[in-house]
C-alpha cells in the first residue's frame, strides 16, 4: 500500500536522525534529552505512591501513543477524540473494554465531555476506598503520557470544571498547554473535586527507552507528539496527503467542487428558482472575501476534485507521488504562495496543510490498525 510506503519513508529518516543525535556529544532531541530522562524517572517512582493512573493516549493514535510505564490501576483516555473518526474510535472502545481496560474518549476542550470524565474518575476513586471511609479522604490521580496528548489541557479542563462545580472560591491555577511537544517540565498538582478531596498530577511527558518502529514513528511525527524539526515539514505533509488520498474523506467533499454544483444547478430545473434565490445559491457558490473558513473550503475542494479527478493507480506509490506534486501545485494557488523558488514554496505549503490536518479541519482519522490478534 502506497500509505504504508510514505509512512516508512518518514519513520525511517527520522528514526536514523534520532539515532544520530543519540550517538553524537550534543545532548539535544528527545531521546537524548537528560530532562526527559529524568523526568520519566520521578514519574515512574510516584507511581506507587498516586491512586490512579490515567493513561492519556491520543485518540488519533490509540496504539501508538501508548507509554511503556503502566500500571495495574490505571484507564486509558483517549484524549482528542474530536481529532479522530467517530465510528473507528468506538470500534476501538469496544476492543479496550473486550481487554477488561476501563477507557474513555475525551475532547479536552469539551465542557460536557471533560464532565462525564472527571464523573468516571470520581466513580474510580470511589472504587479504591473502603465505605467507611467515604468523603473523608483525599486522592491523588496522575496524568501519563507521551508528549503532546493532551495531558495539560486536560488538567486544566478537570480544574476549571471540578472547582466552578464545587463552588470554590480561590484563584484558579493554569498549566501550561503548547502545539509543541516537552512545554511540561515539573509535576504539580490540581484540586479537581471535593468530598472526596481529589487531586490530578499534570506531568512532563514521557518517552519510551528505545526509538520506537519506523510505523510508530511515522505516526508520532504526525499526529505532533515529537515535534517537527526532525525531518522537513513536505515530507510529512506528502504522508498526510497519501493518508488523505487513500481514505473516503475526500468524498465528504463533493459538494464543494464547482463541478458538481454545475451538476445540481443543472439538475435543479424543477426547483423554481427565482432571481433572487439563484444570486443566493451563486453567492453560496463563490466566496468574495477569503477568510479562514473559505481558505478551509477551498482546500477541502481542492483535495476533492484532484483526487477524483486522478486516472492513475493510487496504490502504487510512484502514481501517487505524481498526485500527491499535482496537489502541491494546486495548494500553492489555493494558499496563495508566491515565492521565486517552488522548494520554499512547498514548506509553506506543507506548514499551512499540517496545521490544518492537526486541527482537525481536514477530517477526522485514526491512523492505527487494531491488533491483529482480536479481531
Ligand atoms: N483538538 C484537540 N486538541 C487538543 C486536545 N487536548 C489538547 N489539545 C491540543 O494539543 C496540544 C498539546 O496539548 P498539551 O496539553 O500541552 O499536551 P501535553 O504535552 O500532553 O501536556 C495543544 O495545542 C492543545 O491545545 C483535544 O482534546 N482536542
Ligand atoms: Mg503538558
Given at each position: 500500500m502506497a500509505t504504508t510506503q510514505f509512512g516508512r519513508r518518514v519513520g525511517r529518516i527520522v528514526k536514523e536522525r534520532i539515532e544520530r543525535r543519540k550517538s553524537s556529544v550534543i545532548r539535544e532531541g528527545l531521546w537524548n534529552d537528560p530532562f526527559m530522562v529524568a523526568?520519566?524517572?520521578?514519574?515512574?517512582?510516584?507511581?506507587?505512591?498516586v491512586d490512579l493512573i490515567v493513561h492519556v493516549t491520543d485518540a488519533r493514535i490509540p496504539f501508538s501513543s501508548q507509554c511503556h510505564l503502566l500500571t495495574h490501576n490505571h484507564i486509558i483516555v483517549l484524549n482528542k477524540a474530536d481529532l479522530a473518526s467517530r465510528s473507528s474510535l468506538q470500534v476501538w472502545m469496544d476492543y479496550?473494554?473486550?481487554?477488561?481496560?476501563?477507557?474513555?474518549?475525551?475532547?479536552?476542550?469539551?465542557?460536557?465531555?471533560?464532565?462525564?470524565?472527571?464523573?468516571?474518575?470520581?466513580?474510580?476513586?470511589?472504587?479504591?476506598?473502603?465505605?467507611d471511609q467515604a468523603n473523608k479522604y483525599t486522592a491523588t490521580v496522575m496524568l501519563i503520557g507521551l508528549p503532546n496528548v493532551g495531558k495539560s489541557a486536560l488538567t486544566n479542563a478537570l480544574h476549571?470544571?471540578?472547582?466552578?462545580?464545587?463552588?470554590?472560591?480561590?484563584?484558579?491555577?493554569?498549566?501550561?498547554?503548547?502545539?509543541?511537544?516537552?512545554?511540561?517540565?515539573?509535576?504539580?498538582?490540581?484540586?479537581?473535586?471535593?468530598?472526596?478531596?481529589?487531586?490530578?498530577?499534570?506531568?512532563?511527558?514521557?518517552?519510551?527507552?528505545?526509538?520506537?518502529?519506523?510505523?510508530?514513528?511515522?505516526?508520532?511525527?504526525?499526529?505532533?507528539?515529537?515535534?517537527?524539526?526532525?525531518?522537513e515539514r513536505k515530507e510529512t505533509a506528502e504522508y498526510f496527503l497519501a493518508i488523505h488520498n487513500s481514505?473516503?474523506?475526500?468524498?465528504?467533499?463533493?459538494?464543494?467542487?464547482?463541478k458538481e454544483n454545475d451538476i445540481f444547478f443543472l439538475n435543479s430545473t424543477t426547483e423554481c428558482l427565482t432571481t433572487h434565490g439563484l444570486q443566493m445559491k451563486q453567492k453560496k457558490k463563490i466566496p468574495n472575501d477569503h477568510t479562514q473558513d473559505d481558505m478551509v473550503q477551498d482546500v477541502r475542494r481542492t483535495l476533492y476534485e484532484t483526487v477524483s479527478s486522478f486516472d492513475g493507480n493510487i496504490r502504487c506509490e510512484v502514481e501517487m507521488e505524481a498526485l500527491i506534486a499535482s496537489q502541491f501545485t494546486?495548494?500553492?494557488?489555493?494558499?496563495?504562495?508566491?515565492?521565486?523558488?517552488?522548494?520554499?514554496?512547498?514548506?509553506?505549503?506543507?506548514?499551512?496543510?499540517?496545521?490544518?490536518?492537526?486541527?482537525?479541519?481536514?477530517?477526522?482519522?485514526?491512523?492505527?490498525?487494531?491488533?491483529?490478534?482480536?479481531?
Open positions: 523526568s520519566t524517572r520521578a514519574i515512574a517512582e510516584r507511581i506507587p505512591l479496550f473494554r473486550e481487554t477488561n481496560c476501563v477507557s474513555c474518549g475525551v475532547d479536552a476542550h469539551n465542557k460536557e465531555s471533560i464532565r462525564q470524565f472527571l464523573s468516571l474518575i470520581q466513580r474510580q476513586v470511589g472504587k479504591l476506598r473502603r465505605t476549571h470544571v471540578g472547582r466552578i462545580s464545587a463552588a470554590e472560591k480561590g484563584k484558579l491555577k493554569h498549566a501550561t498547554v503548547s502545539p509543541e511537544p516537552g512545554e511540561t517540565k515539573d509535576i504539580r498538582s490540581y484540586k479537581i473535586a471535593s468530598h472526596p478531596n481529589i487531586y490530578v498530577l499534570d506531568t512532563p511527558a514521557v518517552l519510551p527507552p528505545e526509538v520506537p518502529d519506523v510505523d510508530v514513528l511515522s505516526k508520532l511525527l504526525l499526529t505532533g507528539a515529537i515535534g517537527d524539526c526532525l525531518i481514505s473516503d474523506q475526500y468524498k465528504k467533499w463533493a459538494k464543494l467542487s464547482s494546486a495548494l500553492q494557488e489555493v494558499f496563495h504562495v508566491s515565492t521565486e523558488r517552488e522548494e520554499d514554496a512547498h514548506v509553506v505549503v506543507a506548514g499551512k496543510l499540517l496545521n490544518l490536518f492537526r486541527t482537525g479541519r481536514l477530517g477526522h482519522y485514526i491512523l492505527d490498525n487494531l491488533p491483529r490478534n482480536i479481531h
